[in-house]
């Protein structure tokens, strides 16, 4: 067991018999009052948000959780398979777990999948990604006045991303997968 000082965000707790991640931890200490941690969690297995105040010194039960680095195969209907470079295993994983990112796995890239037991929990993308850029519109010479000008971008995904004016049809660009946004060409 461990107690509310030794958790902090992105920790996985077993709270009222669910896993759940912490979001958002805050040590509180008001006024007379004995002090606390304020936490915001998400639910693992339903995703939904829940607050909840800890005593100072509260035991709370954290999870075991192993993270393995896994290559993603291919996408399988509602799931993602992965394989596990070493033992040559292959886990579907749910796409729900992947967020936005899903839309711009490519066959070849390494996820970090975190798992209690045999059972995963967490799954992530690699935080950039380089993709090649199959359809945007031309920019016209002119529309360049404000450097935040945007246009939407199909990737060799099929995923569409928002990327700046000067980019065309055939470059490789970089892009952010927590946030779906265009980084930068790459040469």
Not at 52 to 64: C, H, I, K, P, S
């Amino acid at each position: 067991m461990a107690n509310t000082g030794d958790i902090n965000v992105g920790s996985i707790i077993r709270f009222n018999g669910e896993l759940c991640q912490i979001t958002e931890y805050q040590h509180r200490t008001p006024g007379n009052l004995r002090a606390f941690y304020q936490a915001k969690m998400r639910n693992l297995k339903t995703g939904k948000q829940t607050e909840y105040r800890f005593r100072a010194g509260e035991d709370v039960e954290v999870a075991r959780v192993e993270f393995k680095v896994l290559q993603f195969i291919y996408k399988d209907g509602e799931n993602i398979v992965c394989m596990d470079n070493q033992s040559f295993e292959q886990v579907h994983i749910p796409e729900i777990m992947f967020g936005n990112s899903k839309d711009i796995l490519k066959e070849g890239m390494e996820v970090k999948v975190a798992f209690e037991g045999d059972e995963p929990l967490l799954a992530e993308a690699p935080t950039f990604v380089e993709l090649d850029i199959t359809y945007c519109e031309p920019g016209v010479k002119g529309d360049t006045a404000s450097s935040n000008v945007l246009k939407p971008a199909t990737v060799e995904t099929g995923a569409t991303v928002m990327v700046p004016l000067f980019v065309n049809t055939g470059e490789r660009i970089k892009v952010d997968t927590r946030t779906m946004s265009y980084v930068e060409r790459v040469k």
